[in-house]
């Protein structure tokens, strides 16, 4: 059958084009992740908890929103580095940043972080203020910060923040407490103890505090406006770079962890990585099962009995247990688990190949051409291979899925490895760290869901094969 | 001969089964020093609890790191770390193949025993409870829905389940589990999330028996859920090859009503592929699930392994239990294979 005739007849059957399709769209999502993620998004970003600081921590994605009555405040993040207003004081010049936040949500923001960054000054160090205006026409100021003067023996100019930018959670940080403290004085005449606001600092910040103050405080909804004031002391003075986080309790297109990880690009990542273990171990264990099988059959005799002692041997051995032992020992890596996974996959296609190869071996044309003077390896690898090659090609595409859910499962007990992110292990963090029993679905879900969809595309492109390679399977017969 | 040939033949293959994963295990054990690792640990814990001992008697600092000193080397003669693990391990090999299984280090059974024999004996029936009675509800659902489809080829029945039989394949047992979980008792709150009796357990019997099904529930569900699928269609499929083979027709052509004919024509030669496919489940539900008993925190056998291998990894252990999930199989198998030569004439004139 010519190559075209084959993609047609797979094309043929509900489940040749279902896998077809979802094969194609999986490829096109590997590559896009293969061509803008770096290689080392593992160890570089998925393990690197300073990337995920800013993120909210452990909230369903953004798309909830619509399922719910009450809409949770999205993530906002506000960077700039050019400031939008340049002022002269006395002091010196006023740079100043303004974020408009229009706010609508019946819940206050998870968190309120700042961080600056590149701070050079020639003598003496700025100082930074930010407040909040907020739609009642109150403004307060939530952050004030002196940059860090000159040490002894130190010459100017000055870098401050350059390597290791200054971040502040503002909701956790003293001097805030104490100024919606006075805030909440000044404007409610409410007299509150630092340990009454402590945690309630975004409640307050966005909602309108009453006498009784025991109660839930309402929130306010409106536009907001983030006012950030650098006041340098000199022209050539700057301040790089400000970052204004409103935490959100929604995040991205599938949430994010407990440490504040953006699930969607850990499961994007998985995808290469899934596809890579199914298709490396399956090429790899049809390749040695199909060789061994021919040269099983073909040659016979001694090597026959090896092989296919061999075979039945490692055919019999309890894998998972073994598996699970060896990696625990050896220590996880990505390639030890292919590597193992292939070597006690190979012999159920060895055994096959053999009887096929027998048949074919009493074949005329064969027969003819040995006795032509072929050599026995022009007759495995020429005459004998392209006969079984469909079937083999079905075989490579049936052994995808298993290794795909086999690394699954073991990423699962905490033997996947640690510098690349797999679909299982993010699964097992979510188990471990309980993430299941307080119903964190969005971490759990998509995961399985995704392992179970690549499982599937090569489950149906194996189905959709069936009838190109089995003749007998053909439609119309 | 006819007979025992072939017998004899799959007996010594699963004897080399046997010591190719023995092998195995001593050789990962020893060549990456995971054996030595674990021994100098025992003797340093040892060591430091001498330390304190002796801290009582022994003033002088000196003196006391040479008693030390001696105090090590007599430990690791005890140990047999000056042995090379080559010699050690074998040894160790050689015990547990007279069913001797030693002492566990750290784990213990629930009335405290360290020997790695009664640890087992009150695992095994936990995981039976599990995986043997989710394989009664396959087997049987299986058996009375897979001859019945095979009654009805092609209809959208029919191809439902071998869709669903498909899309099992390519769903991890555990992961089902993990959903079922978060459906059943995150969300809705109705059966347990795992372990094997509430806190407190409940002391009367009866109540404590249903205390122990509650919990098994969820477990048996999953286990049942991923393995009926595939259960109904391999069942379908034997009986339909069956279904099409000569003797069939005839019964047919004879006039027999249908019923006798699936009965005594079909079904009778489907039977011995059923069994051997349900002796093997029995057989692997002796040795747990992993996975499934890792998702419900269910103390059977996979637990155990887990446990041996994840906390304080224990040797004695794991070879112990390496050994007796292989030993279970090979057995299992061999007697599979003499039952098949009885129960299958066919097999007696085909080598």
């Known amino acids: 059958m010519r190559r075209g005739d084959a993609l047609r007849e797979l094309l043929r059957s509900g489940p040749g084009i279902a896998g077809t399709t979802l094969a194609v769209a999986l490829f096109v999502v590997a590559l896009y992740v293969l061509l803008t993620f770096p290689l080392d998004f593992g160890e570089s970003q998925w393990s690197n908890p300073v990337v995920w600081v800013d993120n909210p921590k452990a909230v369903p994605p953004v798309w909830t929103n619509a399922l719910r009555r009450q809409p949770q405040p999205p993530h906002r993040v506000f960077e700039a580095t050019e400031p939008d207003m340049i002022q002269m004081a006395r002091s010196g010049p006023v740079h100043t940043w303004r974020f408009p936040l229009t706010y609508a949500a019946s819940r206050p923001p998870t968190f309120l972080a700042v961080t600056l960054a590149d701070v050079n000054y020639a003598e003496r160090p700025p100082l930074v203020l930010i407040s909040l205006k907020r739609p009642d026409g109150k403004q307060v100021r939530i952050f004030r910060h002196a940059v860090r003067g000159p040490r002894e023996g130190e010459n100017g100019p000055f870098q401050r923040y350059a390597k290791t930018p200054l971040r502040v959670q503002l909701s956790a940080n003293e001097a805030t407490v104490t100024a919606v403290q006075k805030f909440v004085a000044d404007e409610f005449d409410l007299r509150l103890k630092s340990a009454q606001i402590g945690g309630r600092v975004d409640r307050i910040l966005f909602g309108l505090p009453d006498a009784n103050f025991a109660d839930d405080i309402a929130p306010l909804p409106g536009d907001y406006e983030i006012i950030v004031q650098a006041a340098l002391r000199a022209e050539d003075d700057t301040l790089g770079k400000v970052r204004f986080v409103v935490g959100g309790a929604v995040f991205g297109w599938m949430g994010t962890d407990s440490l504040g990880r953006d699930l969607a690009q850990g499961l994007l990542f998985g995808l290469p990585v899934a596809l890579l273990i199914g298709i490396f171990a399956a090429l790899m264990s049809t390749a040695i099962g199909t060789t061994l099988g021919i040269a099983s059959g073909y040659l016979g005799g001694r090597a026959d009995i090896v092989i296919q002692r061999m075979s039945d041997i490692v055919a019999n051995i309890p894998v998972l247990p073994l598996l699970i032992f060896m990696l625990f020992i050896i220590g996880p890596s990505l390639w030890m688990i292919i590597v193992i996974l292939v070597a006690f996959s190979w012999p159920g296609l060895t055994i096959q190949i053999r009887s096929m190869v027998l048949h074919m071996r009493a074949n005329q044309l064969i027969e003819a051409i040995q006795s032509l003077g072929a050599s026995r390896r022009r007759v495995m690898f020429r005459h004998i291979l392209p006969q079984i090659m469909p079937y083999v090609l079905a075989q490579l595409i049936f052994a995808a899925p298993s290794a795909i859910l086999a690394e699954a499962g073991l990423s699962f007990l905490g033997l996947g490895d640690p510098s690349i992110p797999t679909w299982g292990q993010i699964l097992e963090t979510g188990f471990r760290t309980g993430g299941i029993y307080v119903g964190y679905w969005w971490w759990i879900v998509p995961p399985g869901l995704f392992i179970v969809l690549t499982a599937l595309t090569f489950m149906l492109l194996a189905l959709g094969i069936e009838p190109v390679v089995n003749p007998r399977l053909r439609r119309g017969q | ?351």
């Open chain 2, 1 to 351: 001969m006819s007979l025992f040939r072939p017998l004899l033949l799959r007996a010594l293959t699963m004897i080399g089964v046997f010591f190719v994963v023995l092998l195995l295990l001593v050789l990962t054990l020893g060549l990456t020093g995971f054996s030595n690792r674990i021994l100098s640990a025992t003797i340093g814990e040892q060591l430091r609890a001498e330390r304190t001992a002796l801290a009582e008697t022994i003033r002088d600092p000196e003196e006391m790191e040479k008693v030390l000193e001696k105090r090590r080397e007599e430990l690791e003669i005890f140990y047999g770390l000056r042995t090379p693990w080559y010699y050690r391990l074998p040894r160790t090999v050689l015990r547990v193949l007279t069913l001797d299984l030693g002492e566990a280090r750290t784990l213990r059974s629930f009335d405290g025993s360290n020997r790695v024999f009664d640890i087992v004996m009150e695992r095994v029936p936990n995981s039976m409870l599990l995986l043997t009675t989710s394989l009664i509800i396959t087997a049987t659902i299986g058996i009375v829905a897979g001859t019945y489809l095979a009654t009805q080829q092609g209809s959208w029945l029919d191809r439902f389940v071998s869709g669903f039989a498909a899309v099992s394949f390519a769903i991890p047992t555990w992961w089902i589990g993990i959903l079922l979980i978060l459906i059943l008792s995150i969300q809705l709150r109705i059966l347990p999330s795992g372990g094997m009796y509430s806190t407190p357990p409940p002391m009367q019997p009866l109540p404590r028996f249903f205390d122990l099904v509650q919990h098994a529930l969820l477990p048996v569900i999953t286990l049942t859920l991923v393995s009926i699928g595939p259960s109904m269609y391999s069942i379908r499929t034997i009986t339909l090859n069956i279904a099409q083979e000569d003797h069939v027709n005839i019964a047919r052509a004879k006039g027999l009503p249908e019923s006798r004919v699936r009965l005594r024509h079909i079904l009778r030669v489907a039977a011995p592929p059923i069994v051997t496919g349900l002796m093997f489940g029995l057989a692997g539900s002796l040795s747990g699930s992993i996975l499934v008993e890792t998702v419900f925190n269910w103390q059977g056998m996979g637990r155990l392994y887990y446990d041996a291998l994840a906390g304080t990894p224990d040797e004695n252990v794991i070879v112990a239990l390496t050994f007796i999930f292989t030993l279970m199989y090979v057995v299992i198998r061999i007697v599979l294979e003499a039952l098949y030569v009885f129960l299958d004439p066919r097999v007696r004139y085909t080598d």
